[in-house]
């Protein structure tokens, strides 16, 4: 059973336009909300975070939307680049177990030039 | 630059050998952790660890152990490789305390091939 569920799978975007990435879950003991970003050949790195007291975060062209009614939260890039084609993981912290992060499944994106 | 190295990029077995697969960082993390990655499966936790000499079963944990006689290194072993342990592995580490809200560094993985 995936406990943070994440979707699309994959993405097509052209050059300037926003990618959508979205991401529910259930367990409310989740209490933290970061974003991974992997490109080729290396690991996930994160890319920015929100924590559930916050419903918007935004750095540079990448802005987190979190709806803690809706127990969803959702990355937006916006002007996407060919530069930003890559996997995309949402994660959330499991302040009841360990503090362990729980991941979706990924999101592949691509940008067309 | 901080970071976390992983012994091997890519790593070619026998099915039924034992392998080791090395991590090593140099952030002073006392958070250890092993996830294999596989397409459509995301990220599975395998082992993690708090401190030295001290391991945590993750998700997966089946087929694999862990050791970490030093606070920088955290090894994964295959205790007789088959070939469905065949994936990339990453390791990872972060900082004891907040967890996760430093996020968690990751190696480039070691994809290794069982056959």
């Known amino acids: 059973q995936q406990q943070v569920k994440q979707s699309p799978q994959s993405l097509i975007v052209q050059k300037g336009g926003i990618s959508i990435i979205n991401c529910a879950y259930e367990?409310?003991?989740?209490?933290?909300f970061p974003w991974y970003q992997q490109f080729p050949g290396k690991g996930p790195a994160l890319l920015i975070a929100?924590?559930?007291d916050v419903s918007e975060k935004k750095e540079g062209r990448f802005t987190i939307s979190f709806n803690k009614s809706a127990k969803q939260f959702s990355l937006h890039i916006m002007d996407s680049q060919p530069g930003d084609s890559a996997t995309y993981f949402c994660?959330?912290?499991?302040?009841?177990?360990?503090?362990?992060?729980?991941w979706g499944l990924g999101t592949s994106l691509a940008v067309n030039p | 630059d901080v970071k976390v190295t992983q012994s091997s990029r890519y790593l070619v077995k026998r099915t039924g050998e034992k392998v080791f697969l090395e991590c090593v960082q140099d952030?002073?993390?006392?958070?250890m952790f092993w996830y294999r990655q596989d397409p459509g499966l995301g990220l599975r936790l395998i082992y993690f660890?708090?401190?030295?000499?001290?391991?945590e079963k993750g998700d997966i944990p089946e087929g694999y152990s862990v050791s970490r006689e030093k606070k920088e290194r955290f090894s994964l072993i295959l205790e007789s490789a088959s070939t469905n342990q065949t994936s990339m592995y990453l390791c990872a580490s972060s900082p004891r305390g907040r967890q996760g809200l430093n996020g968690y560094t990751f190696g480039s993985g070691t994809r290794l091939t069982v056959v």
């Open positions: 660890s708090y401190d030295v000499k001290m391991k």
């Open positions: 952030m002073d993390h006392e958070n």
């Open positions: 929100i924590r559930p």
């Open positions: 367990n409310t003991a989740f209490d933290y």
């Open positions: 994660a959330a912290r499991d302040a009841g177990n360990n503090r362990k992060l729980i």
